[in-house]
């Protein structure tokens, strides 16, 4: 798995500045969480690296490739989104299969995609519904499943439980985190709750106004805030 790189990363929309100067590492096979307040940037970084968005100036580089230029379906990603992004028209498996379809893979290999992530993420009694017949953590398992079907280099979430009621959230926290745990990709999410990061990150990126103030381990950042933002942010108890 490779590892991301943000270096010099500027980014205005107008004469809005988001982010100044910004630099990142994501070491390779790192769950790296992006968290912060609304509005402090995390998803419009999230998007400079999946390239949905331009970047102003700096360069983003995944492995040896320079990916600053290149197109979205060139950068060897896969991105889940809160919104699911699920076909409403096509079943479980068809969804998972059509993440593959530009692919150019033959038959074979698709199904044997499918049906990994089908018995990964539990899915494989409800292959023949719809969207519209499956729960909120189901639909929530088939778009991180299209997600996984395409064995990209590194997985990008943007706040995929916030639509999930507390109790699922819990479990889909602990079902992404084993997920990470067996298969060591490199994942960076973006979130704004505490919890969700302390509880899955192998690493956190504090972010306030375009600024990451601390990274660390959840364990470093709550024993040893870098300043008053991080502390009340995370709610140490210093
Ligand atoms: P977060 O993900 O941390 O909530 P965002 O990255 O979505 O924050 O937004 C950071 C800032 O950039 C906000 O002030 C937001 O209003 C602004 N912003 C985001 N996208 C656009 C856009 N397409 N055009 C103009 N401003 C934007």
Known sequence: MPD???????????????????????????????LGPSGCGKTTL????????????????????????????????????????????????????????????????????????AQLLQLERMMNRKPSQL???QRQRVAIGRALVKHAGVLLFDEPLSNLDAKLRTEMRLEIKKLHQS????????????????TMATRIAVMDQGVIQQIGT???????????????FIGSPA
């Open 218 to 232: 959840p364990d470093e950042i709550y024993e040893r805030p870098a300043n008053l933002f991080v502390a009340r």
């Open 135 to 137: 729960s909120g953590g």
């Open 46 to 117: 999230l998007n400079l690296l999946a390239g949905l968005l331009d970047v102003t100036g700096g360069r983003i580089t995944i492995g040896d490739r320079d990916v600053t230029e290149l197109d979205p379906s060139q950068r060897g990603l896969a991105m889940v989104f809160q919104s699911y992004a699920l076909y409403p028209t096509k079943t479980v498996e068809g969804n998972l299969r059509f993440g593959l379809a530009a692919q150019k893979l033959d038959r074979a290999e698709i199904d044997r995609r499918v049906a990994w992530a």
């Open 4 to 34: 991301v790189r943000f270096e010099h990363i500027v980014k205005r929309f107008g004469t809005l500045s988001v982010l100044e100067d910004l630099n990142l590492t994501v070491a390779d096979g790192e769950f790296l969480v992006l």
């Open 183 to 198: 298969l060591h990709q490199t994942i960076v999410y973006v979130t704004h709750d505490q919890i969700e990061a302390m």
